[in-house]
């Protein structure tokens, strides 16, 4: 992985220009995983470049992006073929402003605790859609049967309920921000292995492997997708587990 070596995620038609915003606004954390680094941030600076013309401040396009999170965990839940590719590209839309905000923040140097509030936030967004995974499956196989507007409604109260309890906690976390690293970051940066398994098993290679799936389903008579939700969702308990040892051993 391209990392404290100092290079940068560049492409070929990148110029002279856009390279130095790369520069300062591109620099390589251990938080970075494999699709933002190699996808994502490839693109994401040209998104940065439009914004700030518009004048997007840093917190608005925040805010876009924790919309595009929650959404995807809403088609998700709808659970038809078109709502599963609907659902990636609302995620990555939803991930690509995430990268853009930041870098909107160092270009214009207009970082703020506030920006750090909302990033939390959609760290925290991420839960509603892991439950809408578990909600998706029951749709498909007929264990839950509710109207979209019902869907709806299940998913807003989810939203709503997880919220209440983040958003104080994450106010209280931007009051006592420290710059410690993760430990599951740090094993992740220093094997490709751990780089490649942390990209499948997180929400990026989710909905990669969904997209992939949805494809597959319509080629062959196969049902493949409800086996692949329950078995991540087993897996993602596994992960928890093992980051809740690694994590405690920090202290």
């Known amino acids: 992985m391209q990392s404290q070596n100092g290079k940068l995620p560049t492409t070929f038609f990148d110029t002279k220009k856009i390279i130095e915003y790369r520069k ?58 078109l709502a599963f590719i609907l659902a990636f590209f609302a995620y990555n839309l939803g991930y690509l402003l995430d990268c853009v905000d930041g870098e909107i923040a160092r270009i214009t140097k207009n970082t703020s605790k506030k920006g750090y509030f909302i990033d939390l936030l959609i760290q925290a967004a991420q839960l509603p859609i892991f439950i809408s995974f578990l909600l998706s ?28 309890l983040l958003v104080p906690l994450s106010f209280q976390l931007t009051k006592i921000k420290e710059n410690e690293q993760d430990p599951v970051n740090q094993i992740r940066s220093k094997s490709i292995f751990f780089t490649f398994l942390g ?30 939700i329950i078995l991540f969702l087993f897996i993602l308990t596994a992960k928890m587990m093992a980051r809740l040892v690694l994590t405690l051993k920090t202290y």
């Open 137 to 164: 499956f029951l749709v498909m196989t007929e264990r839950l049967i509710l109207t979209t507007g019902e869907l709806l409604m299940v998913y807003l109260l989810i939203v709503a309920i997880i919220l209440s």
């Open 24 to 81: 300062q606004s591109q620099t390589y954390s251990a938080k970075e995983d494999l699709w933002s680094w190699f996808v994502l941030r490839r693109i994401s600076i040209y998104f940065t470049m439009v914004l700030i013309k518009l004048r997007f401040t840093p917190n608005v396009v925040s805010w876009m992006s924790l919309i595009g999170m929650l959404t995807s965990g809403l088609l998700m839940m709808i659970s038809t073929p």
């Open 199 to 228: 990209f499948f098993l997180g929400l990026p290679g989710f909905f990669a492997t969904m997209f992939v799936l949805v494809i597959l389903e319509s080629l062959v008579s196969w049902t493949i997708i409800p086996p692949y």
